[in-house]
């Protein structure tokens, strides 16, 4: 294997990824992440000359991501809500509108200090542990029917010094416990969708967090369900994530389901209607 430098290494893996239309500034990120430095420090050894182990890691990397593997599972790593969290195969990658749906949660009951929170379909866990680092004094609950996904998210939350409780269950079939507030980005993608997806997402990430019968909308018509059939003895506030088509069939079915609840919609940054909320 010829002997080059880190900055060639770089400048090499841009072209390439240029060459397929994709982020040339990917060749950075993935330098940095794989051999764990900051700016300063590629910087500082730019000139060095790369062993053969580095390069092959290196260019194996920049290889998958040419051929349309995440780069998050790549790396094996992403960042939400500021933390540092696991990903691979077995959960979703975290997104950016997932942590305005913990941000309008965390605003609504910032002047509170004991609240029992679930998180209903935790996957990597990244909302139920940026919640607990963000409030230490709340009771914290994440669940999940994959266990391959718990294993993630406990692993997640050993890394980020954080002590939430998880369940494995179906939804709420092992959830033996009442809480003020249920957070969750359930499974919503309708197969009408596939076509505004990425062929990354459909090709790695977990198909069963990823789709739901009835349209997108069958997750939503169970949690309303139940939230019914408690809502007679146990009053709370429910905020999850929606697809940027399903505000209005959402917000019909609890308002139906629930008719004394409170229904909000909010957008997202981008202004498309992607979080609800639940006063019932």
Same mark, same amino acid.
């Given at each position: 294997?010829?002997?080059?430098?880190?900055?060639?290494?770089?400048?090499?893996?841009?072209?390439?990824?240029?060459?397929?239309?994709?982020?040339?500034?990917? #060749?950075?990120?993935?330098?940095?992440?794989?051999?764990?430095?900051?700016?300063?420090h590629l910087l500082l050894h730019y000139r060095d000359v790369m062993s053969d182990d580095d390069q092959r890691?290196?260019?194996? #990397?920049?290889?998958?991501?040419?051929?349309?593997?995440?780069?998050?599972?790549?790396?094996?790593?992403?960042?939400?809500?500021?933390?540092?969290?696991?990903?691979?195969?077995? =959960?979703?990658?975290?997104?950016?509108?997932t942590e305005e749906l913990v941000e309008w949660l965390l605003k609504d009951y910032a002047h509170v200090d004991? %609240?029992?929170?679930?998180? %209903?379909?935790?996957?990597?866990?990244?909302?139920? +542990?940026?919640?607990?680092?963000?409030?230490?004094?709340?009771?914290?609950?994440?669940?999940?029917? *994959?266990?391959?996904?718990?294993?993630?998210?406990?692993?997640?939350?050993? #890394?980020?010094?954080?002590? +939430? /409780?998880?369940?494995? *269950?179906? %939804?709420?079939?092992? +959830?033996?416990?009442?809480?003020? =507030?249920?957070?969750?980005?359930?499974?919503?993608?309708?197969?009408?969708?596939?076509?505004?997806?990425?062929? *990354?997402?459909? /090709?790695?990430?977990?198909?069963?967090?990823?789709?739901?019968?009835?349209?997108?909308?069958?997750?939503?018509?169970?949690?309303?369900?139940?939230?019914?059939?408690?809502?007679?003895?146990?009053?709370?506030? %429910?905020?999850?994530?929606?697809?940027?088509?399903?505000?209005?069939?959402?917000?019909?079915?609890?308002?139906?389901?629930?008719?004394? #609840?409170? =229904?909000?919609?909010?957008?997202?940054?981008?202004?498309?209607?992607?979080?609800?909320?639940?006063?019932?």
């Amino acid at each position: 294997m010829n002997k080059i430098t880190f900055f060639e290494a770089q400048k090499r893996a841009s072209l390439f990824i240029q060459e397929k239309n994709l982020d040339s500034n990917m #060749a950075k990120f993935f330098m940095t992440e794989l051999f764990g430095w900051d700016n300063t420090h590629l910087l500082l050894h730019y000139r060095d000359v790369m062993s053969d182990d580095d390069q092959r890691k290196y260019f194996d #990397a920049v290889d998958k991501f040419i051929q349309g593997q995440p780069a998050q599972y790549i790396v094996g790593e992403t960042y939400f809500y500021g933390n540092r969290f696991k990903v691979d195969s077995r =959960v979703l990658i975290p997104r950016p509108e997932t942590e305005e749906l913990v941000e309008w949660l965390l605003k609504d009951y910032a002047h509170v200090d004991n %609240l029992k929170v679930l998180d %209903l379909g935790t996957g990597s866990g990244a909302i139920a +542990v940026s919640l607990k680092k963000e409030k230490p004094n709340w009771n914290i609950t994440a669940s999940d029917i *994959s266990s391959d996904a718990l294993e993630v998210a406990k692993i997640n939350n050993d #890394a980020n010094k954080t002590d +939430v /409780k998880f369940v494995l *269950s179906d %939804l709420f079939e092992n +959830v033996n416990d009442d809480f003020d =507030v249920i957070i969750s980005n359930p499974p919503y993608v309708a197969d009408d969708e596939i076509k505004y997806m990425d062929e *990354s997402v459909l /090709k790695y990430e977990p198909k069963q967090a990823l789709f739901a019968k009835n349209n997108g909308l069958m997750m939503y018509q169970k949690i309303a369900k139940y939230i019914r059939m408690r809502a007679g003895e146990r009053h709370g506030a %429910l905020y999850l994530e929606i697809g940027f088509k399903q505000s209005h069939d959402v917000e019909k079915i609890f308002s139906e389901l629930l008719p004394e #609840a409170e =229904v909000i919609s909010r957008n997202d940054f981008f202004g498309n209607p992607r979080m609800i909320k639940v006063n019932y």
